[in-house]
């Protein structure tokens, strides 16, 4: 950041009085410009004993399956959320059950929340976001070709709870950078 949002002037960073953390404060009005982890809220759309995964269109990771999920919109709840972009990325309409999983991803600033919904009459098909959705058991999921590590992780969980039999508890968690690997 480098000019003032409210006024125009530049920015600094520095630790405003009575805080802890740096924070860009205009020069000019004092201003103190917060940054904060964006929400990414998405479903995990099931019908018929499998679950409906999207090939993303775009960009990041192109190409590669995930769940429908995507950034929060000012003005709706999460679970609008969810149903939304399910809706843009797979045509498809559902019933949110629960909330299944709140995963912290610190090192990119994102906190997602991942509900269970039921596909509506099964419908869908893929939005302009997706090149193709399809619906997996667990066998056949895609897993080396998945987009995000969040993504692998909370489907891992679900199928472990799905075949345990005793429900689906919330799930919590912290998804950690791991370093490059070498050779």
Same mark, same amino acid.
């Given at each position: 950041m480098k000019y003032c949002s409210s006024c125009g002037a530049t920015v600094a960073l520095r630790i405003p009085e009575g805080d802890n953390r740096e924070r860009y404060v205009c020069d000019d009005c004092q201003t103190i410009h917060y940054q904060n982890p964006k929400i990414v809220s998405g479903c995990i759309p099931e019908w018929d004993g499998r679950i409906l995964l999207c090939r993303r269109a775009i960009e990041p990771r192109y190409g590669l399956w995930?769940?429908?999920?995507?950034?929060?919109?000012?003005?709706?709840?999460?679970?609008?959320?969810?149903?939304?972009?399910?809706?843009?990325?797979?045509c498809a309409q559902v019933e949110i059950k629960s909330l299944y999983g709140l995963f912290?991803?610190?090192?990119?600033?994102?906190?997602?929340? +991942?509900? &269970? *919904? =039921?596909?509506?009459?099964?419908?869908?098909?893929? !939005?302009?976001?997706?090149?193709?959705?399809?619906?997996?058991?667990?066998?056949?999921?895609?897993?080396?070709?998945?987009?995000?590590?969040?993504?692998?992780?909370?489907?891992?969980?679900?199928?472990?709870?799905?075949?345990?039999?005793?429900?689906?508890? +919330?799930? &919590? *968690? =912290?998804?950690?950078?791991?370093?490059?690997?070498? !050779?």
């Open positions: 995930t769940v429908p999920a995507g950034f929060m919109e000012n003005g709706e709840t999460t679970e609008q959320a969810a149903m939304r972009e399910t809706w843009e990325e797979a912290s991803i610190p090192h990119i600033s994102q906190v997602y929340m +991942l509900f &269970r *919904g =039921e596909l509506v009459n099964g419908q869908y098909q893929p !939005g302009h976001e997706s090149l193709e959705c399809e619906l997996f058991v667990e066998k056949d999921i895609p897993w080396d070709h998945l987009a995000f590590p969040v993504v692998k992780e909370t489907l891992l969980r679900y199928f472990r709870d799905l075949r345990s039999g005793n429900g689906f508890p +919330l799930q &919590r *968690g =912290e998804i950690i950078k791991h370093p490059a690997r070498k !050779g």
